[in-house]
Nanobody, 125 residues
C-alpha cells in the first residue's frame, strides 16, 4: 500500500514557476514508477509526465516538454515536478500516481495503482 500526498500548488502569474511535490508513504517507494496527471474544469484528465522507479527514465506530454521537469529523491520518498514558464492553460488540479514495478512508463491513468488527492495550480494571464 502506498499513500501519496501532493503539495506545492498555488496561484501564479503567467511565466512564473512552481515546484510540486508528491510525498509517499511506505518503504518500497523505489519500486514504483510515478506519473503526474492534471485535470482542468470541464476537461478530461490528461497525462503530464512520468518517471521510472530509479529516476533514469522520464517522459513528458508535448504540451509541457521543455518547460516541466520531473525528478525524484527515493531517500525522501518524494517525486517533484518543476514547472517553469507557466501558462494559463496549465491551470488544473495536479495529481501524482504510482505504478508498481519496472521501467515501463505509462501515459494511461488506469495503469496506475495509487493516486493522491491533488494540488491546485492556477495561472493567471
Amino acid at each position: 500500500q502506498v499513500q501519496l500526498v501532493e503539495s506545492g500548488g498555488g496561484w501564479v502569474q503567467a511565466g512564473a514557476s512552481l515546484r510540486l511535490s508528491c510525498a509517499a508513504s511506505g518503504r518500497t517507494f523505489s519500486y514504483y514508477a510515478v506519473g503526474w496527471f492534471r485535470q482542468a474544469p470541464g476537461k478530461e484528465r490528461e497525462f503530464v509526465s512520468a518517471i521510472a522507479r530509479i529516476g533514469d527514465l522520464t517522459i513528458y506530454a508535448d504540451s509541457v516538454k521543455g518547460r516541466f521537469t520531473v525528478s525524484r529523491d527515493n531517500a525522501k520518498n518524494t517525486v517533484y515536478l518543476q514547472m517553469n514558464s507557466l501558462k494559463p492553460e496549465d491551470t488544473a488540479l495536479y495529481y501524482c500516481a504510482a505504478r508498481y514495478g519496472g521501467n515501463y512508463l505509462s501515459r494511461l491513468g488506469h495503469e496506475y495503482d495509487y493516486w493522491g488527492q491533488g494540488t491546485q495550480v492556477t495561472v493567471s494571464s
